[in-house]
T-cell receptor, first 114, second 109 residues
Framework: EAGVTQFPSHSVIEKGQTVTLRCDPISGHDNLYWYRRVMGKEIKFLLHFVKESKQDESGMPNNRFLAERTGGTYSTLKVQPAELEDSGVYFC????????????FGPGTRLLVL | RKEVEQDPGPFNVPEGATVAFNCTYSNSASQSFFWYRQDCRKEPKLLMSVYSSGNEDGRFTAQLNRASQYISLLIRDSKLSDSATYLCVVGRGGFKTIFGAGTRLFVKA
């Protein structure tokens, strides 16, 4: 079974630019999550999709972040415009069932905003 | 105060040692508890779920004390391959999970 994949693996952009991160969950997993780890901090929940619907986006830091999951398959997370403090590692995870114990994480996208 | 607190370490132990990690959580409504392992520059991977009755998986034992809001992980007979960051993770119910900052472990030959 293929795991969760994320693209790109690394991104370096300048402040004010736009970046779009992509996550492809494990096939058949209706639940998709985005997390972020900024330098020196813990991993923080951003949001959760069930199929194409946002179930919980309480962790989204501000309106510069937009997540979509059209069609309920892959998801994108757009940061526009990017700020220096957005630098970090963005993880995506997916699960078939309810409950965090069934989550599988992707390898992450390392974002550096200069 | 962080919702999930862990000793950041690092813990430096020799092979074969027993090492214990502690974690406390502040939200008494938390419903599920986990230990994840994260290798350097890799994604977190579930190590084990933690139950009130305690659970064991080989050299790893996890305990939960709901009254004290405390979670522990014990690693016996440490191996070099156990070197990693161990993340305490708490579920609030539903899908939202709160991660601790992690405890780094270095096992040396």
């Amino acid at each position: 079974e293929a795991g969760v994949t994320q693209f790109p693996s690394h991104s370096v952009i300048e402040k004010g630019q736009t970046v779009t991160l992509r996550c492809d969950p494990i096939s058949g997993h209706d639940n998709l999550y985005w997390y972020r780890r900024v330098m020196g901090k813990e991993i923080k929940f951003l949001l959760h999709f069930v199929k194409e619907s946002k179930q919980d986006e309480s962790g989204m830091p501000n309106n510069r972040f937009l997540a979509e999951r059209t069609g309920g398959t892959y998801s994108t997370l757009k940061v526009q415009p990017a700020e220096l403090e957005d630098s970090g590692v963005y993880f995506c995870a997916s699960s078939r069932d309810r409950g965090p114990e069934t989550q599988y994480f992707g390898p992450g996208t390392r974002l550096l905003v200069l | 105060r962080k919702e999930v607190e862990q000793d950041p370490g690092p813990f430096n132990v020799p092979e074969g040692a027993t090492v214990a990690f502690n974690c406390t959580y502040s939200n008494s409504a938390s419903q599920s508890f986990f230990w994840y392992r994260q290798d350097c520059r890799k994604e977190p991977k579930l190590l084990m779920s933690v139950y009130s009755s305690g659970n064991e998986d080989g050299r790893f034992t996890a305990q939960l004390n709901r009254a004290s809001q405390y979670i522990s992980l014990l690693i016996r007979d440490s191996k070099l391959s156990d070197s990693a960051t161990y993340l305490c993770v708490v579920g609030r119910g539903g899908f939202k999970t709160i991660f601790g900052a992690g405890t780094r472990l270095f096992v040396k030959a």
